[in-house]
């Protein structure tokens, strides 16, 4: 069919990394909305944001403005342990599905935390050091961010406490025993060591936790301590500037072949892979001078674009967070167990949140047996044990090369792989033993935590 004229993995050398991160915001007409501070519900400040976040990244936090900010030469010596990472073009599954579809996907899952986020991790913990902090404390769901950022700090000899949701530290103990390796403490929360902890226990005696508890915890533990600064894994515009590196690689790839993509998917939680992938084109399309079909997919479990309201909330479940301006289900939202634990953070990210409510991309949501049947076909044709996180992606890829199957368009189609699945084999152990199921909250139940919204 395909003459394969491009190569099965598109490398870059070191010199083709980019020497930037691009901040899209600078691209958008319509800025994000800024933090509020919950007390007062005016505009967080440089200097209120710095009690609990690194002095340089509150910078990039409010900064809307500065187009590229350059990425400090130790952070990049560092991400050359493991970037460029390849963008491969999915020959194998293109042939298997009989498309006319190009597919190519972008594999962040070369590095030992499994996943992009340690793109991220390595930035916030490098300004945490340069401020002459003792450490870091932060929250992990399913465990990718955790392990990240304690491979960045025992890189950088900071200290790094990690509280991680109860049940993917019961059922992910392996996870768990890397951040040890790496150095890191490791407490399953809601843990009775603070005090929102202890509440969220009292209230809910039993729970297995959940991702905007387990930051309660993590803002919490870093405020009572000066030494001490809070990290945050995703959601924040900080997160995405750092994350643009997966998308100015891509590009660069796809440039040196001449290849213009018709559609970019990515999975999205907090929304930082899926903001730092579609980056350059996302800026593209904000300044006119291209046009892509962007298309976000989320779990049926935990629907924030597809049936969130885009209203200002917390971004934890003690409600002692900085209020976002986000599509949310509510803080107070706690999804049922699913496998994708990565998805399952209550609100998106306020950047994503506001091109999505400017139709500037699309969202889709799918359910998590259709989406470990696309990880079992994808790891059985291409070989990589996709994370269930971005099988959400694959199983929408695979949707769309499917459809120019029948329509015999050509289409390019660009996902990301955001990581591998090795520590998820519990969940495929579900699914190949058939006891998988779909659970997807009810209009109710939405409508129950969406009530509960801070009013502003
Ligand atoms: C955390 C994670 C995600 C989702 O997080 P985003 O911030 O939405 O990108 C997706 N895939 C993997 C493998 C992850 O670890």
Redesign the pocket.
Known sequence: MSEKTIPYKIYLNESEMPESWYNLRADMKEKPAPLLNPGTGQPLTAEELSAVFCEELVKQELDDTTKFIKIPEEIRNFYKMYRPSPLVRAYCLEDKLGTPAKIYYKFEGNNTS????LNSAIAQAYYAKKQGLKGVTTETG?G??GTALSMACSYLELDCKVYMVKVSYEQKPFRREVMRTYGASVVPSPSDTTEVGRKILAEHPGTNGSLGCAISEAVEAAAKDPGYRYVL???LNQVLLHQSVIGLETKTALDKYGIKPDIIIG????????GGLIAPFMGEKLRGEADYRIVAVEPASCPSFTRGTFAYDFCDTGMICPLAKMYTLGSSFMPSPNHAG??RFHGMSSTLSQLYHDGYMEAVSVEQTEVFEAAEQFARIEGILP?P??SHAIKVAIDEALKCKETGEEKTIVFGL??TGYFDLYAYEKYNDGEMSDEIPTDEQIAASVAKLPKV
């Open positions: 499994g996943s992009h986020k399913a990718q961010w894994g995703s959601v999975c999205a939680g907090g929304g930082s892979n899926l990565g998805l994370a996180e971005s955001t990581g």
